[in-house]
């Protein structure tokens, strides 16, 4: 744009704030903060004589009044919002190739602008939106050849779509931000760190919070700095910035003297003095517990707008307390109930997606061909294909699904997809049941499973209903996904420290009676009590599985066949799966296979696969017979 001829007023020196520096910077975060727009254009002036040319043409202002820059015109402001708009509806319509969940949290802000036209509580604000974009493509790219080349970021429009959608949406009444919680879960590579670096200094410095606190927490020391260390380096890479943001050359912290902002890195639990205005949790996966998570969530009651920015790819921990925020944020983009405060957006694969094509690469990884090479990542997803071993990982760093263990032995997506809440035993009394038990130590899980075969075109298809047991003593914090099941009747809690050993044997025998069961398999290490129990009182021949490779290789192996060719169901308990996606196991010098936990993962319970695994090798024969390998009593 060329530059405009203007009279200019004189403005006081001593009434410059940061505040309208940033404006003319990255553009007004909502009302302008100028009383005059002759004010602005005197300060513009100001400045232009202030800073170097290149710097200045990126600066908001410079689109609007022009500016002394030699070597052509400005480049037109990027009209931020609408490409996250267009985002949205491409990615809803199909023209973007997207999973479920990006298709819902995509639609869920279209769903939202129609309401805002009609007068909602939540108003979408272009300018609020917009500014949070224009800041984060000033920072400089500080890894790989765009770094190299001294190139600065240029955001892709899933990028774009988070910020609006973020920064974009208030609450109409007081034009504070809507949402107070992110939820980002992306695979690796996909630029996620450095978009939470920049979130980062926009919370320090560019949002009118006065001594704000953003703080980057991991679980570990070098966890954290993955966020700050982008940080800190786009602070020191850009000295201009720097100077306009009012932050001196960085240290351990990234700090603002004139009003006592901070950024910096917390590790474990923060002090309780602490007061986050931004608290950002990376690789929330790899937490054990959501203490630095609820203690900069409570800390946060004293700021007007602040963000707990949770960012992740998927893991292997599925009780922690990762899967369960993602839980409840798949609840709440599928419409379950409403937290009108809470953003989050899943990239992934759809239940059915076939993994091993090159194709399915796009849909999960949305930098691809940007931050993450798709050579890269078709010859990661090819030597997955040819060593089993490695599909864990691939699948969960690269496609961001969730994994029951780091190599896990069973398909558990396909499991999923084979699970029917609306199965009941009572369908299938009549056909072949049998009945298996795997008790606990006291103080543990003690699983049955009522299993039923049915012949459907020839080939035999199984049906499984677990019932699991533990003492209420084990439903602690440091175990919240055993609160939620219990209250949704998943998991029977017993009054105590230790099970109930005498509701177990009423309620097998029950169910042993109800589903006339020919036999009851148990582990004969602590169930011989209630075997004997079950021979006496009902007509199923109790029938001891001994725990060994030779005995459970062969339905172990028999299960993982009938998980690929969908010919085992069950009613989607949320308890099995999860003990499901928490068997190992690797072939001996038999090529015989058992079923473990991973080692040290002593909270990854695998009671009820077992239990399934002792069922499946009953109900694969017809009836016992004597000359069989196994104690019958």
Known sequence: MPRINRKVRVRPQNRVTRAQILELLIGPNGK?????????????????TTYSPAFIRTWYAASLFGAAVPGGSIPAPKRFAEIAREYAERVVDGRIDACKWTKLACQRHLDDLERDAACWKYHFDVSKAERICRFLELLPHVK????ASGEYMA?????????????????????????SLAYIEVPRKNGK???AAGIGLYLLACDGEFGSEVYSGATTERQAHEVFRPARQMIEKCPELARVLGCPAPTKRISRPEDLSRFEVVVGKPGDGA???CGIVDEY?????????????????????????????????????????????????????AREEVFGIIYSLDLGDDWSLPEVLAKANPNLDASVFREFLVTEQQAAIRNPRKQGVFQTKHLNIWVGAASNYFDVNRWQELGDSKLAPEQFIGDACIVSGDLSTKRDFTARIVMFKRRIDGKDHYYVFPRFYLPSAQVTPEAPHYKDWSAQGWIRTHEGTTVDFGTIEDETVADVTAYNATEFAFDPW??????????????????????????????????DVLIADGRIHHDASPVLTWMMGNVMAK????????????????ENKIDGAVATIMALSRAMVAVPSEAEAIEVW
């Not at 302008?32 to 232009?48: K, S």
């Not at 790989?144 to 770094?147: D, I, K, S, T, V």
């Not at 700021?303 to 944020?329: H, S, W, Y």
């Not at 169930?527 to 199923?540: C, D, E, F, M």
Request: aromatic share 8%.
């Open 285 to 337: 996966h790899e937490h054990d517990s959501d203490t630095l998570f609820d203690t900069f969530r409570t800390g946060m009651g004293a700021r007007r707008q602040p963000l707990l920015f949770v960012i992740t790819t998927a893991g292997d921990n599925t009780t922690g307390p990762c899967k369960l925020l993602q839980g409840d944020v798949c609840r709440i983009l599928q419409g379950e109930f």
């Open 144 to 147: 790989g050849g765009w770094a």
């Open 587 to 602: 072939e001996d010098a038999n090529e015989n296979v058992f079923p473990r936990k991973e080692a040290g993962r002593e």
């Open 193 to 195: 760190s450095q978009l």
């Open 155 to 179: 955001l892709q429009p899933w990028q774009i779509f988070i910020l609006c959608v973020l920064f974009g949406w208030v609450k109409a009444d007081t034009g504070m931000r809507r949402f």
């Open 275 to 277: 007061s986050p205005h």
């Open 32 to 48: 302008t903060v100028f009383a005059l727009g002759e004010d602005a254009e005197a300060l513009w002036a100001d400045l232009e």
């Open 526 to 559: 602590n169930a011989s009590p209630l075997a004997q129990a079950v021979g006496k009182r009902t007509t199923a021949v109790p029938v001891e599985i001994i725990q060994s490779a030779k005995l459970l290789s062969p339905p172990m192996k028999e299960l």
